[in-house]
């Protein structure tokens, strides 16, 4: 049996984390999206970071109780967590909606 079988590893899916502008809808490319993954504490790191493409979507890998936190300068930053397919409750304010594969996080901007 390999490491990974053994981990879970070959059980584990993705999900897409989608970043719009709270007040254009528009994509907000290159904000970075962070995974702390609540569940596992020594087995491997903990935290995941990934950075949004062009059309604002950012792929993370689902291991179980996830806390994700996006931002991006200008922008306030948006904490939520997640499990499986269910969304759980925003840590901090802002607009988190689910998806079928995933959350479209609308970011709002900082005040001038």
């Known amino acids: 049996m390999g490491l990974f079988s053994l981990l ?22 290159c904000a970075t999206v962070d995974v702390f993954d609540q569940d596992i504490v020594e087995l491997w790191p903990r935290k995941q970071r990934h950075e ?4 604002g979507e950012a792929r993370v890998l689902k291991t179980g109780l996830l806390r994700i936190s996006v931002q991006k300068k200008d922008y306030k930053t948006v904490v939520f967590m997640m499990k499986g397919k269910r969304y759980l409750t925003p840590v901090t304010p802002g607009t988190v909606a689910k998806t079928a594969d995933g959350a479209t996080v609308y970011l709002p901007r900082n005040a001038p």
């Open 8 to 29: 879970g590893a070959g059980g584990c899916r993705s999900s897409s984390i989608r970043v719009l502008d709270a007040e254009t809808k528009m994509p907000i490319p």
């Open 52 to 55: 949004t493409d062009r059309q």
